[in-house]
């Protein structure tokens, strides 16, 4: 089992960065998908970020070029760089890891970005 600690959140004003850490427990967190997730207030939650265990990165359409996912297996750490934040990336952002049917979730950490 992995459990997932998030961190990093905050209130930013628009235009400015932050840096979300996820640390997991376990000793075979290198071997899990990681991927960050935001809802909104009325809003499904969704896709932000993922990355593979082999190092592989996807990032959503509407935050390429702004945030950056990566990883640090050797501190069982997952990291998103979000740069030139704008208000409607105000969420609840989620860590989650999943490797083939298990599927884990951190509590997540508010990001509040004012214009």
């Known amino acids: 089992q992995v459990q997932l600690v998030e961190s990093g959140g905050g209130l930013v004003q628009a235009g400015g960065s932050l840096r979300l850490s996820c640390a997991g427990s376990g000793r075979t967190f290198s071997t899990y998908a990681m991927g960050w997730f935001r809802q909104a207030p009325g809003k499904a939650r969704e896709v932000v970020a993922r990355i593979s265990a082999s190092g592989s990165s996807y990032l959503v359409d509407s935050v390429k070029g702004r945030f950056t996912i990566s990883r640090d297996n050797a501190k069982n750490t997952v990291y998103l760089q979000m740069n030139s934040l704008k208000p409607e990336d105000t969420a609840v952002y989620y860590c989650?890891?999943?490797?083939?049917?298990?599927?884990?979730w951190g509590q997540g950490t508010q990001v509040t970005v004012s214009a």
């Open positions: 989650n890891a999943k490797l083939w049917s298990m599927d884990y």
